[in-house]
């Protein structure tokens, strides 16, 4: 069992040794697992960084992210420039069926809306406008079309999770009840149980996944 003071340590590594990451003013605190992100970075897609990068960390149960985004004068736009940039990306997107998605700006913030097929798509599409100058932050809307489910969507989840090297898919148990998937068990770290939520969300049908993991 690691203590605060061993995590924190560790997180601070992680977030020096990235290159994505612009750590110079981020502050860490922990507290039994859970880890808090302070400061402030100079962009949104620079917090995208900063949080991915903590969830790989050994130890790591929970993040609350407090980082403000404090966007350089070369980076700001006006809503009227950052909304164009955005249409562009979406425009231009093959993972993007069709013109579904749709963007507003408010003063740097984005609230995306619209229907795709699946998760990841919703996932995708977050992590490209994250990278548009002048964008502070982000509400995902999107939402996911009716599918019929395809098969035996337990079995199928439970097949992805065995197939994946850096899962002990033993440790997790799935169920399903109409359109939404319940996981249980536990995992060792933060990331394994993304794996574990992105593997239920792949199946077609799946609209809701309800996270039960723990991490140990």
Do not use: C
Not at 13 to 25: F, G, I, M, R, S
Not at 50 to 65: Q, Y
Not at 119 to 140: D, K, L, Y
Not at 171 to 198: C, M, P, Q, W
């Amino acid at each position: 069992m690691l203590s605060d003071a061993q995590l924190k340590q560790l997180v601070l590594d992680e977030l020096q040794w990235d290159p994505k990451v612009n750590h110079a003013h981020i502050g860490v605190a922990t507290d039994d697992g859970s880890v808090t992100l302070m400061g402030h970075v100079s962009s949104y897609a620079d917090k995208f960084a900063a949080l991915d990068a903590v969830k790989r960390v050994r130890g790591v149960k929970a993040i609350a992210d407090e980082m403000d985004v404090h966007l350089l004068t070369a980076h700001r736009h006006d809503d009227a420039s950052i909304a164009e940039h955005i249409a562009h990306v979406l425009e231009w997107n093959v993972s993007i069926p069709g013109n579904t998605v749709k963007a507003t700006v408010h003063e740097g913030f984005v609230t995306l809306t619209g229907e795709v097929d699946f998760q990841h798509q919703r996932q995708h599409i977050e992590s490209q406008v994250a990278h548009v100058g002048s964008v502070v932050g982000i509400s995902n809307r999107i939402g996911l079309k009716t599918a019929v489910a395809s098969g035996n969507v337990q079995k199928k989840i439970e097949e992805a999770l065995a197939r994946n090297a850096e899962l002990e898919a033993d440790n997790i148990k799935v169920s399903v009840r109409d359109d939404t998937v319940f996981l249980h068990g536990e995992v060792k770290a933060l990331y394994e149980r993304e794996l574990a939520k992105n593997a239920a969300w792949k199946v077609p049908g799946v609209k809701h996944v309800e996270d039960h993991i723990r991490i140990i």
